[in-house]
Nanobody, 117 residues
């Protein structure tokens, strides 16, 4: 299990941007897969973006072209840049990490993102 701390959530108007941060308690190059999952009320958690140790990135169709996942290896931090936000992006966003497998099983405490005018 990897300890993770998310930050950066908040209230943003439609069309706005936010950047979420996820700090891992270990070298992220030693983590096979990291990603972001979001959960809206009454819905299952949707994995919106992921990044491998080899820097391969994937995105859910719902966020392609608007969200971008990146990392700062020196800071053991993964980011989720979210642009052109709309009300459907409102959710709790969780950062996750899977040290050796291909399915993320360990998630952080989450950060709330609310898109509203």
């Amino acid at each position: 299990q990897v300890q993770l701390v998310e930050s950066g959530g908040g209230l943003v108007p439609p069309g706005g941007s936010l950047r979420l941060s996820c700090v891992a308690a270990r070298n992220i190059l030693s983590i096979n897969l990291m990603g972001w999952c979001r959960q809206a009320p009454g819905k299952e958690c949707e994995v919106v973006a992921s990044i491998t140790a080899g820097d391969i990135k994937t995105y859910a169709d719902s966020v392609k072209g608007r969200f971008s996942i990146s990392r700062d290896i020196a800071k053991n931090t993964v980011y989720l840049q979210m642009n052109s936000l709309n009300s459907e992006d409102t959710a709790v966003y969780y950062c996750g990490a899977e040290p050796s497998g291909t399915t993320i099983r360990s998630w952080g405490q989450g950060t709330q993102v609310t898109v509203s005018s």
